[in-house]
């Protein structure tokens, strides 16, 4: 299998790092192909624009999309953007791995999804979005670190329900284009954790790596 793991923190020795590291311990050592995007490292530019594009079809009025699409159908993107999506063709496992910033993925991962998901090659609204999505024989999971408590992110958490939180990463994101999504893993409150807990939070992760072929995807 081909994983690729999009990592956004920028401590290599933060808790949320950590998790990485794990996964890239327990998919190579069971003898997957890993490659890890660690975007902060390679201060990825998440700002989609003009520059996307090796030319503009219309420089009179730019459109994003419209642009995305000219692009697909005459491999007009960059070639720094198009690695990317290399990547991702590459991959049959994505492994999202971010803090939850404002009830979201950080910028940097945010501005991956925007420039390397584009309109044509990624997905097309009339043709092909969730059980037609062309990314259907992938699968796709969040590990997320939070700063709030399981308590918080409950039914009743002040912060809102976490899987009604993340929705729009899982359902409006990674099952738009197809993916099979698989259910996340939270390590809680990790920056305030003593040092056992989160030990035991890595023991959890990796059971549940572990057990992926054996998890129901959530849509």
């Excluded at 990317?84 to 999202?96: S, V």
């Amino acid at each position: 299998m081909n994983v690729l793991i999009l990592h956004a923190h920028p401590e290599p020795k933060s808790f949320t790092s950590a998790m990485k590291d794990v996964a890239v311990d327990h998919f190579t050592s069971a003898g997957h192909n890993v490659l890890v995007n660690d975007l902060y490292a390679m201060n990825f530019n998440p700002v989609g624009g003009k520059g996307d594009f090796k030319s503009i079809t219309n420089p009179d009025f730019f459109s994003y999309l419209k642009e995305q699409i000219a692009a697909f159908k005459t491999d007009g993107f960059v070639d720094d953007l198009k690695a990317e999506m290399d990547k991702l063709l590459w991959a049959d496992f994505i492994l999202l791995n971010f803090p939850l910033w404002w009830s979201s993925m950080p910028a940097i991962m945010k501005g991956w999804f925007d420039r390397v998901l584009a309109l044509g090659f990624a997905y097309h609204p009339a043709e092909s979005k969730f059980l037609t999505g062309k990314f259907r024989d992938k699968k796709a999971m969040c590990a997320i670190t939070t700063g709030g408590t399981p308590e918080s992110y409950g039914p009743d958490g002040e912060n809102g329900n976490l899987e009604s939180v993340i929705y729009h990463i899982n359902h409006g994101t990674l099952y738009y284009c197809g993916m099979q999504v698989l259910p996340y893993f939270v390590g809680w409150r990790a920056h305030l954790k003593p040092k056992e807990v989160l030990e035991q939070y890595l023991v959890d992760y990796k059971k549940h790596l572990e057990n992926i072929d054996n998890l129901k995807p959530l849509y």
